[in-house]
């Protein structure tokens, strides 16, 4: 524990025993503190009594029929008023967080995701333009280790991670389509057969990343190979290599 000093207090209800000590001590008396906290008097008594034995020190002294602090009680309700406007400041902050008007979201994608992710985030800061909002972005291994790590708030992949303590929400299709430049043999054609892609010049995502893995299993459950011609980190590299004649590729649509 980081405090040991306050460990008494920690172990006999405190809180609840500061309030009647507050009340007591504003109003200067039992009976309206009682009255004030819709407590009957008796119990008052108690809560008053325990709250001296944990402090070590009586709180209040009686003359006639008023009640006074005690120099001990004296201490003890600037340190009540302290817990208590802390605590109030603690609320008020927790009703900007519950009410969205303050707060932070980190957000973490795959690079599938990067052009999609930006235009969500945004539409969530127009509506909330209080919260502090994060984007990371990185290849799927990167991910699931951030992930497993708890250094996010949300995590958007384009397929869930196999990991039983992981709560999945779909947000939408996320659909894989072949890629060739415009004047590529293949382009013109609908219906290609898995084979005669597995003969073609392949580009494929960097390891790690979800969209190689995706892609390697669809060979994989037909039997087939791709011809991997080059590995690049991002679907705009890949594009680009598409683009100058390099082969052809899976991407997400």
Do not use: W
């Not at 957000?107 to 052009?115: D, H, P, Q």
């Amino acid at each position: 524990m980081p405090h040991p000093n306050i460990r008494r207090y920690l172990k006999h209800g405190v809180l609840p025993q500061l309030r009647v000590f507050e009340a007591s001590a504003r109003l200067g008396c039992f009976a309206r503190a009682a009255e004030e906290l819709h407590l009957a008097q008796p119990t008052v008594s108690v809560q008053i009594k325990k709250l001296s034995e944990t402090v070590g020190f009586p709180l209040f002294e009686q003359v006639g029929k008023r009640i006074y602090l005690t120099d001990a009680g004296q201490r003890v309700y600037s340190g009540c008023n302290d817990l208590f406007r802390a605590l109030s400041s603690l609320e008020e902050k927790l009703t900007e967080m519950r009410g969205m008007d303050s707060g932070q979201l980190q957000l973490a994608v795959t690079s599938s995701a990067k052009n999609f992710a930006p235009r969500l985030l945004g539409a969530f800061i127009q509506r909330y333009p209080g919260v502090e909002a994060s984007l990371h972005i990185n290849n799927r291994s990167a991910l699931i280790e951030r992930l497993r790590n708890n250094e996010d708030d949300l995590y958007m992949f384009a397929g869930p991670p196999d990991q039983q303590e992981v709560m999945v929400q779909a947000i939408l299709s996320n659909p894989l389509v072949v890629f060739a430049r415009s004047d590529h043999p293949l382009a013109g054609e609908k219906d290609i057969a898995f084979a005669r892609l597995a003969n073609e010049p392949f580009l494929i995502r960097e390891k790690g990343s979800g969209t190689r893995m995706a892609t390697l299993k669809l060979f994989e459950q037909r039997g087939l190979t791709p011809k991997i011609r080059m590995e690049l980190n991002t679907n705009e590299a890949i594009r680009e290599a598409i683009l100058a004649g390099l082969g052809v590729s899976i991407l997400s649509r």
